[in-house]
């Protein structure tokens, strides 16, 4: 099998459906961008869900798959709530137990023109057998990378995963002497008399839920899907603190899935400004679970996720200056400025890519 064998397709008919284009406008107006990005976030997790599955189960029949993480989503355009939403998604990398799962997002052009490429995003998508306690992940049979093209996004997907290594060995690391600098000001600023910035500890949403059988995916445990939907929708909330004009979504930069939720969890999702640079805005959440009986507590997700301010045409605008106080907020900014730079290497369009294009001395900014 190879990877086009493996494609899915599933179109959003936004253009035909008056309800679903109702359902997925963030305001009742004509505005750009007006797309609720947590939605597609649902559809894009479950889409990758029925690749990865209808592909383990060649080997294994009664096989399920979990999503382990999102990669990487990046927003090349800012999508049309008046035209269809045609998603692809396909296999590109099959290893031992996992899959990477990439879906193209694209909106038909308007007349004499291309299609919209909305977003590219990946999906790491793992096979397992067994229920609880019970189920362990089994081996998957490879796939045929029949051509180049299938070969380089294979090695792609490859370079991905080891970028996140060298990302999480190197948050260990101490600052670079840019880094050092950068927080100097920062922090020297804040002893200026009449200084009125924002200071990081402030910049904080939270919310409390818990987790009903309409949340169910696989038996007793929460769709992944909604649990992100949720983390964006409250980090996109915060991102208001930072962005005073408005914030769209340039990029996930990652979304780590670590324990599972289970049917009558309480969840704890926590938002968090970390870091802005010109237009872009960081904002950091996690979700911890906690059981029903309160005997577990742990994390069962972390996100990153990047907002660019923009006016009401689109047009990018500077957000706020955050101000760190703490080890801990130094350190988180210089985490997601480390993540920042590293997604904006391989986005050669996009926010992302505009940001990156007006140049560093946008962050200078903040501390001058």
Known sequence: MTPPDTD???TLPLSREASLRHRYRVVDEPLHGNLRFGLLLEVLDKLAEEAALAYARRAHPQARVVTAAVDNILVRSPADVERDLDLVARINHVGRTSMEVGIRVTQP????????????????????????????SV???PLDYGDELARRRARRAEERREEYRRYVAASQEPPSREEFELLDRLHREQEQPAFTGLLAGRLVTDAWERMFPEQENVPRKIFGGYLMRRAYELSSICAELAAPERPVL???NRVNFLNPVRLGDTLHFSSRVVHTAGSLVSVEASIERRSRDRSVRAISNSCLFTFV???REMRQRDALPVYPTTF????????????????S???????????????PAAEGRASR
Not at 109 to 136: I, N, Q, W
Not at 328 to 343: S, W, Y
């Open 8 to 10: 899915l397709a599933l």
């Open 109 to 136: 052009g308007l007349p004499g023109e291309p299609p919209l490429h909305v977003a590219s995003c990946y999906f790491t998508m793992v096979a397992r057998v067994g229920e609880g306690d019970e189920a362990k």
């Open 139 to 141: 081996p998957l049979p």
């Open 250 to 252: 340039a990029a996930v």
């Open 309 to 311: 301010n923009v006016d």
């Open 328 to 343: 801990g907020e130094d350190a988180r900014l210089l985490a997601a400025r480390r993540q920042q730079l590293a997604l």
């Open 345 to 359: 290497r391989h986005a050669g369009r996009g926010w992302i890519a505009g940001a990156r294009e007006r140049g």
